[in-house]
């Protein structure tokens, strides 16, 4: 057992609680944080979002949790500031991403630019060398491989190691997911164990900056809010009008408009505004044109993938072919494929996705995240599928 | 148990054992309402208007010009919504408290309810108003005034005589925030000319949740409360008769402080402010914010180029000294300084700035152990910091720490 201080990251929620709980009772020192990301009422009242504070993210009461539970595990609280950084590295890539055609994953962004790099500074600037969070995952350090691994937790329907993929070593090595062993109703029992108020919490689910979930209402006053100071983006978009476009089918006729590519992900069936004979999806947002394209279900598959950049975890470079098992979002059920350096004249964390099937909705925006059974190879972000390649 | 030294007193003082003492017999025997005409009510009216007129004397006015009110806040607030009518037009600084501030910016939001203008002069890189700005911001419709006294961060003493003076001539209601003065700096309402001065009881080693607003006689005044006619109906509300006894107590001592001079607390305070500021600015990259303007005897505020405040805050709390940086948000959370950034301070350096406030409770002992802790903290994080370019490169993966991961 060790006695070295050590900062737990707390939600307020049932998880990070609990693991501060544990912590605790093997007589660790520790320290809890609580990382201020975003200002709920910021966006209050804005183009139709709601004018009380319903979103989770930081939100007083949540933090008030947090205080009272480390009031009663008797160790030092304190809240972090980290407001501009989740702005500059989490919101904006957000939005950019969803004006760009593409569907994000803010919480990976998160866990890469916040909780695991932001967050592990501080906590070592006040004295603890390692951070412990509530994430349903394991890391351990291989002797033989010489590096430290990432895997599935025990509790296969909590697994959150897609949205860690990004985890150097360093980060890897100053981490502790306790929670890793546990399954959820475990973990809630020891909460009651240790009288925690939280114990009965209702699980979040939500992107926790986003008030209610929905994420349209959010990037139209998050706009309104920013104006001209979004001109970078690509097409100079400054108003979410700027973004409308054609709606077209595969074979490249025009059959309506749509108010923002925004308001589409691949493989999405409602909510199109074209009516036609047979059910359509979405196939591909192009962000140069703005279109919108759509087609039959059968044209969503697709054996191959790109990904860039790529973060290994379980080797330190990609030579050859591998063969893993690949997510391509959180609740994909990981598929055979090989992963390959993308082309010589590619990138080198540019990885190449073939899939041993083809895959429904492979969506540019989301996390190609490969597996070697509870091992995290590595992953990337999923730049596109090459075309014709159901063939 | 670790030794903890407490140099956070602009936010808090511990009451001092004379007033505790004042006031628990209020809490027991003496538990009448002071509005009664019963003898229980005649004891405490007669604490209460004790405590008035050591308050009067410590600011120099009557005691039917003391308005007592629940603190600090409440007594900015009564200044300001007390006065401000539709059409008025209100000057205050950049710098101020919040409880000034926001009750400004609530005239000026809601300017189709209370249909009032404010203007917000700026600060020099000292910190302070430029009387001349206020002269020239008077407008026919300027109806109030309010510029603090010191300031709470860097505890800068601002030019509050010669901004009373042109108030005067402009015939126009002047307030002053003295929250922060009261008990560090002699006040008198009459050399500087206010016709409206807060003060509150905690942050002079009285009790929280109690405070005043001094009123001069013939100010047209409307109340926020109302219900009976207690305070001369200025202030509804049964009177707190505890923490005004305590308030009184705390008045009567400062008072006496102040008055002592050479022996007294404030010159030890500000010989101990004036070591520890030494010392720290001795550290490399560091600076005095403030620089350069009168200032409180018992404030310092520093920057530590390459630091976080809030990361140095908490590691020193961790090693048991309190101080603090920024204004807490409703989470606790810091947020960047309003009052720093007013000054003109780079955003990086407002975040890198520390508030070390002292009381009459710190000892030169006190001072030690700061200036034992703080170099060296300040030199860890540094070394860890992102930003400062002798830091050691991250550290290598530690395989010692595999065996814990476990």
Redesign the interface.
Known sequence: M?T?TIAVAMSGGVDSSTVAAMLRAEGRKV?GL?M?LWNQRRLAGHEGMPESVQGRC?S?DD?YDA?RVAETLGI?Y????H?ERFERDVVRPFVEEYLAGRTPIPCSLCNNHLKFDQLL??A????A??IATGHYAR???D?QL?R?LLKRPADKSKDQTYFLFGLT??QL????FPLGGMTKPEVRELARKHNLAIAEKPDSQEICFVPGGDYKRFLEAYLAEQGEQLAQIPGEVTSIKTIAGEMVTTDGKVIGEHAGVHNFTVGQRKGLGVATGSPLYVIQIKNDTRQVVVGKDEELYSRTLRARPVNLISTAELRQPMRVAVKIRHKHQPAPAIIEPASESAAPDEVRVTFDQPQRAITPGQAAVFYDGDIVVGGGWIEGWIENSTQ | MMRRVYLDNNATTPVLPEVMDSMRPYFGEHFGNASSIHHHGQETRAAVERAREFVAALLGCRASEVVFTSGGTEADNLAIFGLARPGDHVITAAIEHHAVLNACKHLAEYRETTGCEVTYLPVDGRGLVDPADVKRALRSNTKLITIMFANNETGVVEPVAEIGKIAAEADVYFHTDAVQAAGKAPIDVNQIGCDLLTISGHKFHGPQGVGALYVRKGTQLEPMLYGGSHERSRRAGTENVPGIVGLGKAAELASAGLERGDDGHHQKMAAARDRLERELLKIEATGLNGEGAPRLPNTTNIYFDGIEGEALLIALDLKGLAVSTGAACSSGAIEPSHVLTAIGLRPDRAKASIRFSLGKQNTPEDIDFALGLIPDTVARLRALSPVWPSSTPKAAVSKKLAARSQ
Do not use: K, M
């Open positions: 060790s070295e320290i609580t201020q930081c007083i933090v205080r030092p304190y809240v972090v500031n407001e500074i501080v070592q600037q006040i004295g060398e390692q890391v351990v350090f002797e010489d430290w070593q360093e090595s100053r981490t502790l």
